[in-house]
Every structure is written in C-alpha cells, then in structure tokens.
C-alpha cells in the first residue's frame, strides 16, 4: 500500500518477535469481514504502515538518527497489546491496549532486544504519546490514525477514508509540541470529515455492531467459566478464541457458530442519540446497569437472559479536533479556526444510536414491548 518498506536488522529482529508476528493473526477490523469481504488486513500490515508514515514524517521533520529509530521502533511496538479482532475485544477488557503493549514490552524478549540500544521505557512513553516524539506515534493527529484511515478505507471500498497524508506530513512542525502549518489546515478537515463518515459506514455499521456484540458476549462468556485469562489476552490470537469457542458446548459454541455462518440477532429497537435530550448521559450507563436491564427484558419476554443484548455505541470522540495549528506567531487549536470543524461537532451525535438485538426466533416477541419506556430514555 505504501510500497517497498525497508526495514534495519535491528528492526528486524523486533518484528520477528512472537509477539509482533501475532499480529499477522489479528484482523484490524475485527469481524468487518462479513459486511466488507476485503477488510482481512491485520494488525501486522498497519503496524508496518504506521513505521513507514513515522519514518516520512520524522524525515521531514529532520529528527536525527536516534530519534527517528525510536519513532520507527514505537511504531512497529505501538499494538503489540492488542487482543483477539482489535478494538472488538478491548470492549470486554478490564484494561486498554496501550496498558497491555507496555506489559507485553516490558515482560517480553522485547525488551532485551530494545536495551540493546535504547531504554525500553522511552519506547513505551513515546508509544503513550509523551513528549513531541510521543505525539507523531498517539497524538491528535497521529501517523496511527492516518495509516489506518487509508488502509481500512482500501480494503473496504469505502472512499471516505481517503485522506492527503502528503500534505499532512509535509505541513507539519516540531516544536515543544507537533503542531500543523495554517497550509495544512484543509488536510486536517479532510481527515476529520473521513473519519466521521467511516463510522457509520465501517467502525459502527449497524451490522458490524450486532456481529461485534454477540462475539463480546461469547468472549465474557469465556472469561466467566476461565477458558480464556483475560490478563493474558494479548498471547491469544484470533484463530485462538475461534477454535476455543467453537470446541465449547452451550451458548459459546453457539454464537460461534452463528458468526461463522453469518447467522446475525436482529435489531429488535434503536434510539437516536441525536432525537433525546441528553445524549452524553446514554454513554455513562454502566456495564452493570445494561445486565439489570438485559436481565429484566429478558424476564418480561421470556427470553433467556444471554440472547437479550443492548449496544450502546462508542462515544463519537474527534481528537483531530484538538490539533495544535500554527498561525503567524500565534499557535491555536484546529477547532478554534475551522466552521467544518464547528459543524462536525455539533453533529457528533447524528450517527449515533443504542440498539437492542435478539436472536430472530425471539424477535416478534418485542414488537410490542416499549423499550423507550422500559429504559426510561427521554426524547425531545
């Protein structure tokens, strides 16, 4: 995608770690596939990209040897945390990736291999976004964040994602933070307005959400009867949780084999964000909230309390927002310069709703029960 990528022994002998090549076994969008057939790139593949983005902008920005190894090094590192399908995981974690990623440096050969030329907690702080370093690797507007904007909007065919890396990395500065020029100004807006239309059509598509749900609820499952350690998530691979679920009896198997055969619940209510008085108050519901509701639904439609799922969506949170840009003398926030960013923030909710699935055997049984009432949810 970005062309031959050159990689220095040292580099090699990082990325031929086991526990950078299980990234080969981790897909980027998690279960996307059975919405998108393409969307089969890993892990692997974007860390790569990201090196290749941070090696370019650390070029530009005329950082010297050291530093530019150690944002190519951070790159290569910066998801090595990740569990089984991505984010789709993280959801059920009691702990982020990037917790995860320093653990697995810290507590792997990982960090013999780094104490042979750097301090293996520098590379952890930059992949944590400290320091002007730490903001090319996880910052507002991040080498991550436009690697994956491109590569997931290629392998899904959705043109939203495709943004001017060129003119983004070329419009950038180092100074005591990374901050863009006032030239890359409308770069940044394109990457912003690319990923607020990839979410309702790739991130949160509204049958990647009820795939993703029903193999969260299978993974929570797993953690409950101990056939999965959670604080070992990041040895699993995909194929890993696959042929464990699928080697269980009961339910686990059988959400497993219902996601194999494409055989989705159905989305049973949906309420919109945008359509209620509070949205924000939707994203504080706890998880031990949703099971009480779960729980109660279930009893009222004589359901089973494991086939009765409520998804509430991610938070629709734009960090490019906050993007230090550089005017005159003067340095201010994206957000205080742009209407299209104004705009988009105003909208944040549009694309955002709680939805209620059911396995569709179960489905005709809520066609008259009010959830809206039921979960106390007011609308305008």
Known sequence: MHGNLQLKNFEVKL?????????????????????????????????????????KLADHLDLDDDEKEIVRISAILHDVGHGPFS??????????????????????????????????????????????????????????????????????????????????????????NLVLDIKGVQAAESTLVARYFMYPSVYQHHTTRIVNSMFRRCLRKLFENGDVVQDKIYEYDDTDIISISRAKEGFIKEIMIRLDNRDLFKNVFCLKLDEIDYPEEIFKISREDIKKYEHEISEDLDIPADYVIIDV????????????????????KLSEISSIVGALNAARFNHADLCIYLPENYAGRASTFSFEEYLNLGQK
Do not use: C, W
């Open 313 to 332: 969506p991610e938070y629709p949170s734009f960090d490019e927002m906050r993007t230090l840009v550089s005017v005159d003398e003067d340095i201010v």
């Open 15 to 55: 990325v031929d770690t086991p526990q950078v090549q299980r990234l080969r076994r981790i897909k980027q969008l998690g279960f996307t596939y059975l919405v998108y057939p393409g969307a089969n790139h890993t892990r692997f593949e974007h860390s790569m990209g990201a090196m290749f983005l941070a090696s």
């Open 87 to 176: 984010h789709v995981s993280e959801a059920v974690l009691d702990y982020s990736h990037e917790i995860f990623t320093s653990k697995v440096i810290k507590e792997s050969q990982i960090a013999d291999i780094l104490s042979e030329s750097f301090d293996p907690r520098e590379i952890i702080d930059v992949i944590n976004g400290k320091g002007p370093l730490g903001q090319i690797i996880s910052g507002e507007l991040d080498v991550d964040r436009m690697d994956y904007l491109l590569r997931d909007s290629h392998y899904t065919g959705v043109a939203y994602g495709v943004i001017d890396v060129e003119r983004l990395i070329y419009n950038m500065k180092l100074k005591k």
